[in-house]
């Protein structure tokens, strides 16, 4: 009991200093580089192109252009709430949370590798520079090891506490998914069927094409007051969700993550 208590605790400090590396993080980006959401999304487009020209078929090409749209998506989500995806439970949809936690334990993993690689290879060149007989070469060769061993051993400690985070993460959305998401569902089906007039209006802009629309695009749609006042409701909804999202992750409450 004592040894899960002291990894939970270390799992929780170690998860809070990645929320501060994420909120310094974006208050960089939105500071020295405000238009990178803009740059990511053409980087996304270019390899869209690149799909659409090896696609034999049309549902192949469907299926490049809708996950294009989606990832440009959550770019733009990832922007607004101020959240990478890989730590931040999405309680309307656990599964997507999963799917990312997974992709980014994937992506230690095979950091984990190369820094099992790499390590020995520095050591190898330390050693043997210490018994070179040209003193000027040792001396560069020493200070380059002992500088690469310093960082491939801080990335290695970063890549196995991630994946343990992740592990850690991932067995607490599937008890959330088993429980509480359960009971949840009932109320995420009534709030479907509640702004289902709006909603249905943003997907269809969304399909339609192959960009994303604009919010001027969306306007459009919108043909009646009661419309309307279901779309503002919505954003409303979201906003409120941020500012909450926001001030968990600065200490007024706990993360869901």
């Not at 270019?46 to 959550?74: H, M, P, Q, Y």
């Not at 709430?81 to 992506?107: A, C, G, Q, S, V």
């Not at 399909?207 to 919108?222: R, T």
Request: hydrophobic fraction near 35%; aromatic fraction near 8%.
């Amino acid at each position: 009991m004592k040894k899960t208590n002291v990894y939970d605790r270390w799992m929780k400090f170690f998860q809070s200093r990645v929320f501060d590396l994420e909120m310094i993080k974006f208050k960089v980006q939105d500071r020295l580089v405000p238009n990178y959401d803009r740059f990511v999304e053409k980087r996304i487009k270019k390899g869209l192109n690149k799909k659409l020209e090896k696609a034999k078929t049309e549902d192949e090409r469907l299926l490049d252009v809708n996950c294009t749209k989606f990832s440009i998506l959550e770019i733009r989500k990832e922007k607004h709430r101020k959240e990478n995806m890989n730590y931040h439970l999405d309680i309307d949809n656990p599964e997507k949370t999963l799917f990312w936690l997974n992709k980014n334990k994937d992506i230690h993993k095979r950091g984990l590798k190369k820094n099992f690689i790499k390590i020995p290879i520095i050591i190898i060149l330390l050693i043997g520079s210490n018994m070179s007989i040209f003193s000027n070469f040792n001396a560069f060769v020493s200070v380059i090891s002992i500088l690469g061993l310093i960082v491939e051993s801080l990335s290695t400690f970063i890549n196995a506490n991630c994946i343990l985070l992740q592990n850690y993460n991932i067995k607490r959305v599937n008890k959330y998914i088993e429980g509480p998401y359960q009971k949840r569902k009932k109320r995420l089906q009534k709030r479907a069927e509640e702004y289902h007039e709006v909603t249905s209006i943003v997907s269809r802009k969304v399909q339609e094409g192959d960009n994303i629309p604009s919010i001027d695009e969306v306007l459009a749609g919108i043909q009646t007051s009661a419309q309307a006042k279901l779309l503002l409701d919505l954003v409303k909804k979201e906003i409120s969700y941020r500012d909450s999202s926001l001030s968990q992750r600065m200490g007024v409450k706990t993360k869901s993550l």
